[in-house]
T-cell receptor
Framework: DQQVKQNSPSLSVQEGRISILNCDYTNSMFDYFLWYKKYPAEGPTFLISISSIKDKNEDGRFTVFLNKSAKHLSLHIVPSQPGDSAVYFCAASARSGTASKLTFGTGTRLQVTL | DVKVTQSSRYLVKRTGEKVFLECVQDMDHENMFWYRQDPGLGLRLIYFSYDVKMKEKGDIPEGYSVSREKKERFSLILESASTNQTSMYLC????????????FGQGTRLTVV
């Protein structure tokens, strides 16, 4: 039962254009959402997050949008750069007993072409 | 700067061996996690720990156990390695507070032959 879904396994975007990565979730108990970026043979690195009480958070070229009613979030990267080519994971946080744990999506591989 | 260090980048083990994956964090984080990453399946939580000697099962705990004797160290144990445990294993840690990110180690690529 996949509680966090990334339905696009891959995405190719030209350099300078906007990249939009999408994520859907099913568990209404999730209250915090994060995006991680992962290069091959490295651990994921935190990119940007958003609390469930907000609908937008921006950090430089990265913006995350949250639509709670649709249980949908998206990551916008503009302008896209070749160094953005990586796998992007959406994650959602909920408390489990005494700890907050993250549930991850399956990832979207972004390729930014010249 | 948070650092999560996994003891090995690459491991090759034989079927049936007992395997230990070690993880150390240097930021006094309460929570520590073990995930595995497989193509098309994303990151799946194996076990996590919210305090010393405390542990909880994640989504796929079968075939694994964990140990947390000290706050900074969280070990993943494969009691009897099998080929379907060939994977990338990722350790992470986080503070026990609301709305905080987890920090990951560099990963251990384990191959069971």
């Amino acid at each position: 039962d996949q509680q966090v879904k990334q339905n696009s396994p891959s995405l190719s975007v030209q350099e300078g254009r906007i990249s939009i990565l999408n994520c859907d979730y099913t568990n209404s108990m999730f209250d915090y959402f994060l995006w991680y970026k992962k290069y091959p043979a490295e651990g994921p690195t935190f990119l940007i997050s958003i609390s469930s009480i907000k609908d937008k958070n921006e950090d430089g070229r990265f913006t995350v949008f949250l639509n709670k009613s649709a249980k949908h979030l998206s990551l916008h990267i503009v302008p896209s750069q070749p160094g953005d080519s990586a796998v992007y994971f959406c994650a959602a946080s909920a408390r489990s007993g005494t700890a907050s744990k993250l549930t991850f999506g399956t990832g979207t591989r972004l390729q930014v072409t010249l | 700067d948070v650092k999560v260090t996994q003891s090995s980048r690459y491991l090759v083990k034989r079927t049936g061996e007992k395997v230990f994956l070690e993880c150390v964090q240097d930021m006094d984080h309460e929570n520590m996690f073990w995930y595995r990453q497989d193509p098309g399946l994303g990151l799946r939580l194996i076990y996590f720990s919210y305090d010393v000697k405390m542990k909880e099962k994640g989504d796929i705990p079968e075939g694994y156990s964990v140990s947390r004797e000290k706050k900074e160290r969280f070990s993943l144990i494969l009691e009897s390695a099998s080929t379907n445990q060939t994977s990338m294993y990722l350790c992470a840690s986080s503070l026990e507070q609301l709305n905080t990110e987890a920090f990951f180690g560099q990963g251990t690529r384990l191959t069971v032959v």
